[in-house]
């Protein structure tokens, strides 16, 4: 594997409350520069958290997506505050968004979207043994809570409203973890 390409320059070209915008110079291995565009994060990390009410059950939200501009079917997912591991923040985000806190939680894996040009990273987090707890959360509106058998992930993926790559995969990743953990 060639050696990662030396960063020549960096520069913010725009930065919200969520994102910068940037351009990195890059000269590779070989000798050839480019400028690559990326979009970095401005805070801490992000969970998207599996909440499993039973062996077979997991727990939806159906909330508006201002990316799309309609509502989708999705997991509960959340920034992970300042000082916050990813474990505590998917049991505050289960909490705000679903009213429900988690005796066990799993850190299946990171998953990025489009790594070319997007730095963000989101652990995807296996949460069981749930009991209910209400905390406030940020959300405009109340979110449905749209509970769904995890062995007919099939029938879920057909749903228009079921678009989001990360949770898909993280459904495939909770049920191969749940076929092969001893509890």
Same mark, same amino acid.
Request: proline fraction near 3%; hydrophobic fraction near 40%; avoid cysteine.
């Given at each position: *594997? #060639? +050696?990662? #390409? @030396? $960063? ?6 725009? /930065? ?9 110079? !890059? ?20 969970? !998207?958290? $599996?909440p499993m009410l039973d062996d077979n059950t997991v727990l939806l939200i159906r909330e ?12 509960? /997912? ?16 289960? *909490?705000?968004? $679903?009213?429900?806190?988690?005796? /066990? ?6 998953l990025t979207i489009a790594p070319g040009y997007l730095e963000h990273a989101t652990d ?10 209400k905390l406030e959360g940020d959300e405009p509106e109340a979110l449905e809570i749209v #509970?769904? #058998?995890? +062995?007919? $992930?099939?029938?879920?993926?057909? /749903? +228009? ?13 909770? @049920? ?8």
């Open positions: *594997m #060639p +050696d990662k #390409p @030396k $960063i020549l320059n960096r520069n913010v070209i725009a /930065k919200s409350k969520l994102f910068t915008i940037e351009t990195l110079d !890059l000269q590779f291995s070989n000798g050839a520069k480019r400028t690559y565009e990326r979009i970095g994060r401005t805070s801490g990390g992000a969970v !998207l958290i $599996i508006y997506a201002g990316g799309t501009e309609r509502y989708e079917l999705a997991l509960p /997912k959340g920034r992970t505050e300042t000082g916050e591991n990813s474990l505590d923040a998917a049991n505050r985000e289960l *909490m705000e968004e $679903i009213g429900y806190g988690a005796a /066990k939680l799993d850190h299946l894996t990171s995807i987090i296996l949460a069981r043994d749930l009991y209910e707890k #509970p769904w #058998p995890l +062995d007919r $992930i099939s029938e879920l993926i057909q /749903k +228009d409203e079921f678009s989001e790559a990360r949770s898909l995969a993280a459904l495939f990743l909770a @049920k191969d973890f749940l076929q092969h953990d001893i509890h």
